[in-house]
T-cell receptor, first 113, second 113 residues
Framework: QEKVQQSPESLIVPEGAMSSLNCTFS?????SIWWYQQHPGKGPEALI?????GNKKEGRLTVYLNRASLHVSLHIRDSQPSDSAVYLC?????????????FGAGTRLAVCP | NAGVIQTPRHKVTGKGQEATLWCEPI?????VFWYRQTIVQGLEFLTY????????DSGMPKERFSAQMPNQSHSTLKIQSTQPQDSAVYLC???????????FGEGSRLIVV
């Protein structure tokens, strides 16, 4: 059973600051790691994914993956109040004939104007 | 594209009653997933269909939960003899294939009283 742990549980940052979220997973055979954003009353929305060791940058988002330490982080540059949401880390594992996503409990981010 | 459509958005049912939740995936998506989200357990995988065929239902509570996909444009999740612990947001997601980006609906909030 894949385990996905996220930290911190909640994070408050001022507008314009860098937000840094962490995720550890238990299975080194994981396929891709995904970050989803969820606003209240809405379904999760995919933000960015990474498969290979190293980093990946898209706009204000940067993801770092270290498979040896089973750790992935998400960094949001120049955080905006609209970034306030719950961020879910999800790990894709090949389960039989399909890739199954297992989600962490989330980090609640609040960006204060 | 309307995205994944879930109905009803909210449902209140009495203990022991039956609840049926509907999902219309994005047109052209061959993979349909059901997840359940609670504060305590987070997002939990329930079941997965590929090209309408059930592939994995390992997350489904065996006795009272069932899911079907009678055609490519809709899937249903049925809960018989509902219990208070079934109260949750039930999320449907679709994707082009497993391993690709999941597109979630806004969820159906079920409250069992």
């Amino acid at each position: 059973q894949e385990k996905v742990q996220q930290s911190p549980e909640s994070l408050i940052v001022p507008e314009g600051a860098m937000s840094s979220l962490n995720c550890t997973f238990s299975n080194s055979a994981s396929q891709s790691i995904w970050w989803y954003q969820q606003h209240p009353g809405k379904g999760p929305e995919a933000l960015i994914s990474i498969f290979s060791n190293g980093n990946k940058k898209e706009g204000r988002l940067t993801v770092y993956l270290n498979r040896a330490s089973l750790h992935v982080s998400l960094h949001i540059r120049d955080s905006q109040p609209s970034d306030s949401a719950v961020y879910l880390c999800a790990v894709s594992i090949l389960a039989g004939s399909f890739n199954k996503l297992t989600f962490g409990a989330g980090t609640r981010l609040a960006v204060c104007p | 594209n309307a995205g994944v459509i879930q109905t009803p958005r909210h449902k209140v049912t009495g203990k022991g009653q039956e609840a049926t939740l509907w999902c219309e995936p994005i047109s052209g998506h061959s993979a349909v997933f059901w997840y359940r989200q609670t504060i305590v357990q987070g997002l939990e995988f329930l079941t997965y269909f590929r090209n309408q065929a059930p592939i994995d239902d390992s997350g489904m509570p065996k006795e009272r939960f069932s899911a079907q996909m009678p055609n490519q444009s809709h899937s249903t999740l049925k809960i018989q003899s509902t219990q208070p612990q079934d109260s949750a947001v039930y999320l449907c997601a679709s994707s082009l294939a497993s391993g690709n980006t999941l597109y979630f609906g806004e969820g159906s909030r079920l409250i069992v009283v």
